[in-house]
């Protein structure tokens, strides 16, 4: 069992260098750039399984580099000589969406504002990777030992669609039980499908420039622009763009006008309270009808396709009890070589036909004059609700003062390529506790994304009591 009030001041005693420790991970720009440097996923996110590999030694875990894909830190159990000895998995990431948007300083210098941390990765997910180093840590030092094996995995390629984990199942075996924090407490047992594709269309003769937005296709899109060759006078298009909400338009030159869209980032799962910038200035554009040649519906299309966030423009506005509303987010566009590209993220509820719905969007974005360049599907995954999961769900609601049940959402997480698995925090969803920045910031992939500091160190506490529980029921 383990003493509340010792733990607590245990934290307390070591929170500065979890800062310290954060500080240095935060610090690294570890972007998942596949095949770059001549490594799987560029040389930051190398660079920080690296810091990863060195850290977890340092707390006296055995490492093993997959590959320069995943870091493995094994803290070994009493059990580890003997036959049929068991693993506890706990899956992080070490990769970030890039820092778009406006931040109030660099994004990889981690800085503290009130109660809060606030640098890319602080919240997603790389402080949830320092709490959980930090649980193990307590066990090994008040000698709390485990009789199974605990291996803390450290991904780099989470965001950009899990090859990392693919490339780990194929390579090493499942643990036996993994938690996953990156997500909410209390447990999440269940995660929406996931659907992602690419499409494209020719633009043929027409007036429109570029049409750019998006990067990695993680987030709702704070930002889109597109470029015009004028079709009357500038100035007359611009004062024609500049009365929509979110739009500003100015000239170039005798050349035609820039139009920007402003919007709101929001994660791709949990898309509501965003503002799509990409949709925002297709309908305007549309409305004015300034857009010529084959572009012009092209334009008009993503204009309809993005009329809500939850499948109304797809033809598809699914929805259960279980887990909610389909969600649906154009994330990316870009305008090259004559042809316009567009990106989507889809998130579907559990008792979804998957068959028919790929097969409506498939039909829907034809229809729209696009053709996919690329399209992967990922089932949904739901665990069972076995005592150990409502365990796992009691150790959190006690230690936040929390009445929450296990719930099903529409992030997609290590969870689903390592079942079993359930993720389990770090975030509180039913205590909603603002950051300390405008409404569109603050948050997982938005700008200036901050951790809550006593949810980190409430969840340090949460994560030594489950991994004994765990251990305990294996």
Known sequence: MIDEQKIDEWIEGHFNEYISLLTDYVAIPSIAKPEADGLPFGQACADALDFMERTMRRYGLITDDVDKRVMIGTLPGTCATQPGCKTIGIACHGDVVPPEGDWDKNPYTLWKNGDWLTGRGSTDNKGATIAVLFALRYLQEQNL????????????????????????????????????????????????????????????????????????????????TAELAPVMNPQEMAQALNGFTGITAQTVGKNGIVVTSRGKARHTAFPDGGIDAIGQLARALDAVGIVTG????????????????????????????????LSDVLTVTRLNGGNLSIRFNVRYPVTADAVSLEAKIRENINAGGFSFTE?????????KLTPLIHELCDIANRIHGTDDPPYIMGGGTYARKLQPAVAYGMGTPSINIDPPYPVGQGRAHQPNESVYIPRMKKGIKIYAQALLAIDKAL
């Open 145 to 224: 030992r485990l009789r199974n094996n605990v291996n803390l995995y450290v991904g780099s390629a989470e965001e950009i669609g899990m090859y990392d984990m693919d490339y780990l199942v194929e390579h090493r075996p499942l643990p036996d039980f993994t938690l996953v924090p990156d997500a909410g407490f209390p447990v999440c047992y269940g995660e929406k499908g996931s659907i992602k594709f690419e499409a494209e269309a020719p633009v043929g003769d027409t007036n429109l420039r570029s049409f750019t937005a998006g990067d990695r296709g993680a987030s709702v899109a704070a930002l889109a």
């Open 294 to 325: 084959p572009a012009k519906d092209l334009i008009a299309y993503i204009g309809a396709v993005t009329v809500d966030f939850h499948g109304k423009g797809l033809g598809a506005p699914l929805e259960d009890e279980e887990s909610g509303k």
């Open 375 to 383: 399209f992967r599907s990922s089932p949904a995954s739901v665990a």
